[in-house]
C-alpha cells in the first residue's frame, strides 16, 4: 500500500508540475490570447502581470521535475500556500466583481484543483 501512495504522491506531482507548466507557457507566451479568456481588453500592464505570472510559474513547474528530491520537497512545501492563495486570489475577484463570474469560477476551480494535488503530492515525512 505504502508503494502505491508514493505513486499516487508522484502522479500528482507530475501533474501538478505539467498545468504550471502548461499555464505557465501561455502566460508567457501568448498573454493576449490568455487576457481575452480572463474577460479584459489586454493592455501593456495586463500583459506586463501576466509574463512575470508566466516566468514564476514555469520556474515553479521545473522545480516539480527535477531529481534533486530535497529541491523537489522544498518546492512541494510552497506549493500549498501559493495555490491556496491563487485559489483565495480567484473566488474574492470573482464574489467583488473584479472578474467576470464564469472566469472566476474557472480560476477558482483551476486553483482549487492544483492546491489538491499539492496536498496529495507532498513526501512523507521521515
Same mark, same amino acid.
Given at each position: 500500500?505504502?508503494?502505491?501512495?508514493?505513486?499516487?504522491?508522484?502522479?500528482?506531482?507530475?501533474?501538478?508540475?505539467?498545468?504550471?507548466?502548461?499555464? @505557465?507557457? $501561455?502566460?508567457? +507566451?501568448?498573454?493576449?490570447?490568455?487576457?481575452?479568456? +480572463?474577460?479584459?481588453? %489586454?493592455?501593456?500592464?495586463?500583459?506586463?502581470?501576466?509574463?512575470? +505570472? /508566466?516566468?514564476?510559474?514555469?520556474?515553479? /513547474?521545473?522545480?516539480?521535475?527535477? !531529481?534533486?528530491?530535497?529541491?523537489?520537497?522544498?518546492?512541494?512545501?510552497?506549493?500549498? !500556500?501559493?495555490?491556496?492563495?491563487?485559489?483565495?486570489?480567484?473566488?474574492?475577484? @470573482?464574489?467583488? /466583481?473584479?472578474? %467576470?463570474?464564469?472566469?472566476?469560477?474557472?480560476?477558482?476551480?483551476?486553483? @482549487?484543483?492544483?492546491? $489538491?494535488?499539492?496536498?496529495?503530492?507532498? %513526501?512523507?515525512?521521515?
Amino acid at each position: 500500500m505504502s508503494d502505491k501512495l508514493e505513486h499516487y504522491r508522484d502522479y500528482a506531482r507530475i501533474l501538478l508540475a505539467g498545468i504550471r507548466l502548461l499555464n @505557465g507557457a $501561455a502566460a508567457l +507566451f501568448a498573454p493576449k490570447l490568455l487576457a481575452r479568456q +480572463f474577460g479584459d481588453n %489586454p493592455n501593456h500592464a495586463i500583459i506586463y502581470v501576466l509574463r512575470l +505570472f /508566466g516566468v514564476r510559474t514555469i520556474i515553479v /513547474g521545473i522545480e516539480l521535475l527535477v !531529481p534533486d528530491e530535497e529541491l523537489r520537497a522544498s518546492a512541494l512545501r510552497y506549493a500549498i !500556500p501559493i495555490h491556496a492563495s491563487d485559489t483565495l486570489a480567484a473566488a474574492f475577484a @470573482g464574489i467583488q /466583481g473584479q472578474l %467576470p463570474s464564469r472566469v472566476s469560477i474557472m480560476l477558482t476551480a483551476i486553483s @482549487g484543483v492544483n492546491t $489538491a494535488l499539492a496536498i496529495i503530492a507532498q %513526501p512523507r515525512k521521515g
